[in-house]
């Protein structure tokens, strides 16, 4: 595999409407969910960045590691929304980007979707799992940003919705789910049954 240089992006908007406080400073194994996020990004990628939704979220984060902040640009369009801004100001031409509220992301997964990147020279390698592309889970170049920009200013949110005009690298479960910690790694925190069963998930990591 090429090396490449990758910056880690946590899209950290901090609505937690479901969870009804902040998720993503709830605590697993006596660390917060986006200080774990980030220790696991730190391990592989050369830079790490938090997008937030407005500068007060800084402080309400208040993340002791030395990190760089991106307040969102298009305020009040969501995940698309942080996606660009964060892959704008992202200093790599590839980043992976993951939601703040995954406690359990697998390093060795994520190495093994830049492995593809050498091999089908995409614009965003994603993962499908449970019949689901992980948005909140992926390889995302810099090549997408028009695209990205482009729906917002349309109003569109969804997600997924410029992958016709891009090359997409869609990574089936068959391919990954050998792999150690896969199938946790997107799991996400959303609400008070979530966080229990995170609470129980942790004795095994």
């Known amino acids: 595999m090429v090396a490449i240089e990758l910056t880690g992006i946590l899209l950290a908007g901090g609505k937690s409407r ?16 986006i200080d774990r996020a ?3 990004l ?26 760089r902040y991106v307040v969102d640009s298009y305020s009040e369009s969501g995940s698309l929304g942080g996606l660009f801004s964060g892959l704008s100001e992202s200093p790599t ?10 406690p359990f992301l697998s390093s060795v997964l994520i190495k093994f979707m830049m492995s593809k990147i050498s091999d089908h020279s995409p614009d965003v390698v994603i993962p499908k ?5 992980q948005t909140t889970h992926a390889l995302y170049n810099k090549s997408c940003l028009e695209h990205i920009e482009m729906r917002l ?7 997924d919705g410029y992958f016709s005009n891009i090359t997409v690298c869609e ?8 792999i150690e910690g896969s199938g946790d790694s997107f799991f996400n925190v959303n609400t008070p049954d979530d966080l229990q069963t995170a609470l129980r998930m942790e004795k095994y990591f």
């Open 18 to 33: 479901r969870l009804g406080r902040d998720k993503a400073v709830e605590r697993i194994g006596g660390e917060r969910i």
């Open 38 to 40: 980030i220790q696991t």
């Open 42 to 67: 730190a391990g592989f990628t050369t830079s790490q960045m938090v997008v937030v939704d407005r500068p007060e979220r800084i402080e309400e984060l208040n993340i002791e590691n030395r990190i």
């Open 93 to 102: 031409p590839w980043s992976f980007v993951a939601a703040c509220d995954m």
């Open 129 to 133: 799992f449970e019949g689901r592309l």
């Open 153 to 159: 200013k349309a109003g569109l949110l969804k997600m």
């Open 171 to 178: 990574i089936s479960e068959n391919e990954f789910l050998n």
